[in-house]
């Protein structure tokens, strides 16, 4: 009865903590729980079926995969400064870390856009008898969630800019809970595209 009865006082917590969110972080975590399981199924679909074409992957690993794997640990740096410096009331740091952050973020599709032209360059490509195709597919799905977190980070960054250049809107912007969500959404969903190209890097490194 005691062990029944924790279960549900933490049942019950659970439930209070998901009503206090605002309800755009309940959407943000509901789609990461999608977006977890699209990438699962599409990488255990191919590992049980996996070509026998596949076998030439006995190749080089893509150089541009490791250096982006390192650009992309420390957006995770950068990003997590972002909301610290809001607290702060520092608008100069937030700019100054939302636009390393997507620096960074370029940076990384751009190396991944290389390493698709390394695995080119070893004759793995997306149609053929050498078809890599789920590599292209997994890494560039994984490029348009990262092509989105971007585009909103340039939409905070640009209205965090203009907000600097006006005093009255500036005290706003420090006083709006909405804008800590915002930047919250932003922080919580770059995590998530980080965690996943880790687990994404070591499943490569692994089958090549």
């Given amino acids: 009865m005691k062990k029944e009865k924790q279960r549900i006082d933490i ?3 659970a439930f209070k903590r998901i009503e206090g969110m605002h309800p755009h972080l309940v959407l943000l975590y509901v789609s990461m729980i999608g977006s977890a ?8 679909a191919f590992t049980v079926s996996r070509p026998p074409e596949a076998d030439f992957l006995s190749t080089n690993f893509p150089k541009s995969f490791v250096v982006s794997t390192f650009v992309l ?3 995770s740096f950068t990003v997590s400064k972002i909301l610290p410096a ?3 009331d520092d608008l100069d740091e937030v700019k100054k870390w939302l636009g390393l952050t997507l620096l960074l973020g370029f940076a990384f599709s751009v190396s991944q856009l290389t390493g698709w032209k390394e695995l080119q360059s070893y004759n793995i490509l997306f149609t053929g008898n050498r078809s890599g195709a789920y590599l292209y597919v997994i890494s560039g799905l994984h ?3 990262m092509a989105g977190v971007m585009i909103f980070a340039f939409v905070l960054l640009m209205e965090c800019h203009k907000t600097s250049q006006d005093s009255v809107k500036h005290l706003m912007y420090a006083t709006n809970p909405y804008q800590k969500v915002k930047l919250r959404i ?3 969903f770059w995590h998530f595209v980080d965690a996943v190209w880790i ?9 090549f």
């Fill in 86 to 88: 809001f607290e702060k």
């Fill in 11 to 13: 049942r019950k917590e």
């Fill in 199 to 207: 687990v994404l890097f070591f499943y490569f490194l692994f089958i």
């Fill in 37 to 44: 399981i699209i990438f699962l199924f599409t990488v255990v």
């Fill in 186 to 188: 932003l922080t919580d």
């Fill in 143 to 145: 490029v348009l969630h």
């Fill in 73 to 75: 640990l420390l957006s």
